[in-house]
């Protein structure tokens, strides 16, 4: 399970260190994808390979599925920890989540999220917990 927070930055060629914590329970290689929010999704194989069949189990008649399915998976990509610690972060997934030079890398359970700073403080500044709680208690999620 993946949880906490870091503050790392991205070069200029698109390399992002990977937390060693993070790094542990991913092994060297992994997937990243576009993520819900405009941040990108990190998993672990295992994770990714039962994630993946759940989309590709989607009935293909539904439009719906057909996008979200479409969402995730053209947008995956295999990426490789280098001897640093670090991943080359493909082009286009860079651009699809603005990472430029700050970067959020959170811990959220089964996956890890990757957010540009900017992008992550706004959506952090404009959370309702208390609205969050009432609507999490009703899907039967309580403290």
Known sequence: MFMSEYNHTIDAKGRLIIPSKFREALGDEFVISKGMDGCLYVYANEDWNAFEQKLTSLPVTNKSARQFARFFLAGAASV?????GRILVPGNLR?????DKDVVLVGVGSRIEIWSKDQYDTISDDVDMDGIAQAMEELGLTI
């Open 95 to 99: 651009e699809f989540a603005k990472l």
């Open 80 to 84: 490789e920890v280098d001897k640093q």
